[in-house]
């Protein structure tokens, strides 16, 4: 056992003058202290600066992301503008289009009223074979400049 105890006082005396030395080597120097600061300084800027890149990276991420759905937003507010013009043109075209249908259907009627009327049915016996505008009846008056038509 003596040889046990030995072997532990020898590595307490050896560990002695360590630790001492640990001791003073865990406290830095002044220059030291000046250069952990800076570097610990410097660390927590580069922190920061990651930081802000990340929350500037964010920022306009949001920010595209926001604006393209401003422009999906007009382009959408544009292109149904634009179906509604057409729809409106569309409509007014139509009505136009059964209006004018029906003016000439009322022409077409009152013309061939006036042909009834002006002995129409002689034509008829004279060999017109029942199609109307055939014979000898009075022809369409010209309703537009050079255009001839039903009045």
């Not at 382009?75 to 000439?104: H, N, P, Y």
């Not at 017109?128 to 505008?133: A, Q, V």
Request: net charge positive; aromatic share 4%.
């Amino acid at each position: 056992m003596s040889g046990r105890q030995g072997t532990f006082e020898s590595f307490r005396s050896q560990r002695g003058p360590r630790g001492a030395r640990r001791g003073r080597e865990g406290r830095p120097t002044p220059a030291k202290a000046e250069l952990l600061k800076l570097l610990e300084s410097a660390e927590k800027q580069d922190l920061l600066d990651r930081q802000l890149k990340r929350e500037m990276e964010e920022f306009f991420e949001d920010s595209a992301r926001l604006a393209a759905q401003a422009l999906r937003k007009l382009t959408d507010a544009e292109r149904k503008r634009i179906e509604q013009k057409v729809v409106g043109e569309l409509r007014e075209f139509l009505e136009e289009a059964r209006r004018r249908s029906g003016d000439l259907a009322a022409r077409l009627k009152a013309h061939e009223d006036r042909r009834r009327g002006n002995g129409g049915g002689e034509e008829r016996a004279k060999g017109s074979e029942g199609r109307p505008g055939n014979g000898g009846g009075t022809s369409p008056e010209p309703t537009k400049a050079g255009r001839s038509g039903l009045p």
